[in-house]
């Protein structure tokens, strides 16, 4: 009696599944969420995206709220930078000469005002600065830019730390080397002998590279790490303002009056000696005695 009755329940449950429709699960896909009456896309985002370096406005249920920078004035600072890396995508060579430009001339404006003393501003001497800085700018970002693209190890440390050994082994003393050369050639108007170039290199390059040892490996290695490509120029180049006028003024301080080999030197002839000869002042004549 028991197995009819199973068999009878069993009979009923498989027909009811038979005829019952199933209800298949539904892909996430497929899931709206209402948003305040604007439609959802499915086109998927990018994975990673170097738009901007600042978040644009947030939204709670579809209404956009206050961003934080426009409650303190901010929004043409942030304009301002998402301009210069738009520039800086579209046209990059063009947008870095010109912060170059701009870089080196503010930081011999830097060194003149504040290690002028009582001296005049010499224009001439910050024109000399932007023509170099117009030299190193496009050699200068594809460096940067070939080296950021290099050394894609699996640990992020390693790499960056490899970036950072490279350029201040190679790139850093052939910049200083260059920059130094073309002051000293700028600044004498003429060629200058590579005996001067040595002599004006030693006075400087110990120093120099020095001190680039305490300041640019951890810049660097910031630069590297968290900012995206197209700030990297204008976060480097506002430490390089500082950088550049102390440059400008190790350059100043070392200068030495120097004579041209080509220039003839005038030895003045000796004084001519004057014989004097005095006479005695007592004459003496001779007596002859008569025997």
């Given amino acids: 009696m028991s197995t009819i009755l199973f068999n009878a329940a069993s009979r009923s449950i498989f027909r009811r599944l038979a005829t019952t429709p199933r209800k298949l699960p539904v892909p996430p896909s497929a899931i709206r969420f209402p948003r305040a009456g604007r439609p959802i896309t499915t086109t998927p985002t990018p994975a990673h995206n170097h738009t901007s370096l600042?978040?644009?406005p947030a939204s709670i249920n579809g209404v956009a709220t206050i961003p934080y920078y426009s409650q303190y004035g901010l929004n043409p600072i942030v304009r301002a930078f998402r301009s210069y890396g738009n520039a800086q995508r579209k046209r990059p060579y063009i947008t870095q000469l010109l912060t170059s430009v701009a870089i080196y001339a503010l930081g011999d404006l830097n060194?003149?005002?504040?290690?002028?003393?009582?001296?005049?501003?010499?224009?001439?001497?910050?024109?000399r600065m932007v023509m170099i800085g117009s030299v190193f700018s496009i050699p200068s970002f594809v460096w940067f830019t070939k080296l950021g693209q290099s050394f894609n190890f699996r640990s992020k440390i390693l790499a960056i730390s490899t970036r950072v050994l490279v350029n201040q082994i190679f790139f850093t003393p052939?910049?200083?080397?260059?920059?130094?050369?073309?002051?000293?050639?700028?600044?004498?108007?003429r060629f200058v002998s590579p005996k001067e170039t040595v002599e004006k290199l030693k006075k400087t390059i110990p120093t120099a590279y020095g001190n680039s040892c305490k300041l640019w490996p951890a810049v660097t290695a910031v630069n590297f790490w968290i900012v995206p490509f197209e700030y990297r120029a204008l976060f480097g180049g506002v430490v390089a303002v500082g950088w550049n006028g102390y440059l400008s003024y190790l350059n100043q301080a070392s200068q030495t009056t120097v004579i041209p080999a080509t220039q003839p030197v005038e030895i003045p002839a000796a004084p001519k000696a004057r014989v004097v000869v005095q006479k005695p002042l007592v004459s003496f004549k001779p007596v002859v005695a008569l025997v």
């Fill in 174 to 189: 052939l910049f200083l080397c260059a920059f130094f050369t073309l002051q000293n050639t700028f600044q004498a108007g």
């Fill in 54 to 56: 600042i978040p644009g």
């Fill in 111 to 127: 060194a003149q005002l504040l290690f002028g003393g009582d001296e005049k501003y010499d224009p001439l001497r910050t024109g």
